[in-house]
Antibody
Framework: QLLESGGTLVQPGGSLRLACAAS????????LSWVRQVPGKGPEWVSS????????HYADSVKGRFTISRDDSKDMVYLQMNSLRDDDTAIYYC??????????????WGQGTPVTVSS | DIVMSQSPLSLPVNPGEPASISCRSS???????????LSWYLQKPGQSPLLLIY???TRASGVPERFSGSGSGTDFTLKISRVEAEDFGVYYC?????????FGQGTRLEIK
């Protein structure tokens, strides 16, 4: 199970930290990602963090503004979002990679947390 | 970036009839070990996407046998042998070969 929190209304230029609490699997063995979706649109991959934080990837649209991290001692993954823009408004999902095989497949999704960037 | 294109974008179907959705990628999703890095998801209104098919043709745990995935390289198809009421929603294909991970535009399976 993946349970996101932290989504809220924030002004443009502001910051927000999303959190995702994981349970029911060996958290440290899997890559975790954030995927966002504007209601009525398709999903958009945002960022991923590998096992032991050995690697991190970001979409170009968030590179330099967002930072993904994980705490394997707490089974938590985070997304620090800075310099937020109107087009960051979306539902943010925490997702788990199916297997550590170098192929991205998302077998578990959280329920999502809504982020609204507006003045 | 790998561009994913789905067709049709809307698919009206009567329950009990078959359905087929196409997904094309702008470059091959076939890896050296013969795996296709293509997965399919179903999103119902108000819910998170659900993994249906991975590696192009492997059904995820709990997914009914009426769902099947096929294709290789750049052309993939999701088929539903007989559509049931619970199957209506938006279907997405996703490439998992490289980042940025990209999704198709979605195909809305709706009741005719």
């Amino acid at each position: 199970q993946l349970l996101e929190s932290g989504g809220t209304l924030v002004q443009p230029g502001g910051s927000l930290r999303l959190a995702c609490a994981a349970s029911g699997f060996t958290f440290s063995s899997y890559t975790l990602s954030w995927v966002r979706q504007v209601p009525g649109k398709g999903p958009e991959w945002v960022s991923s963090v590998f096992q032991r934080s050995s690697g991190k990837h970001y979409a170009d649209s968030v590179k330099g503004r967002f930072t993904i991290s994980r705490d394997d001692s707490k089974d938590m993954v985070y997304l620090q979002m800075n310099s937020l823009r109107d087009d960051d408004t979306a539902i943010y999902y925490c997702v788990k990679d199916r297997e550590d095989d170098g192929i991205w497949e998302f077998d578990y999704w959280g329920q999502g947390t809504p982020v609204t960037v507006s003045s | 970036d790998i561009v994913m294109s789905q067709s049709p974008l809307s698919l009206p179907v009567n329950p009990g009839e078959p359905a087929s959705i196409s997904c094309r990628s702008s470059q091959s999703l076939l890896r050296s070990r013969g795996y296709n890095c293509l997965s399919w998801y179903l999103q119902k209104p108000g819910q998170s996407p659900l993994l249906l098919i991975y590696l192009g043709s492997t059904r995820a745990s709990g997914v009914p046998e009426r769902f099947s995935g096929s294709g290789s390289g750049t052309d993939f198809t999701l088929k539903i042998s007989r559509v049931e009421a619970e199957d209506f929603g938006v279907y997405y294909c996703m490439q998992g070969l490289q980042t940025p991970i990209t999704f198709g535009q979605g195909t809305r399976l709706e009741i005719k």
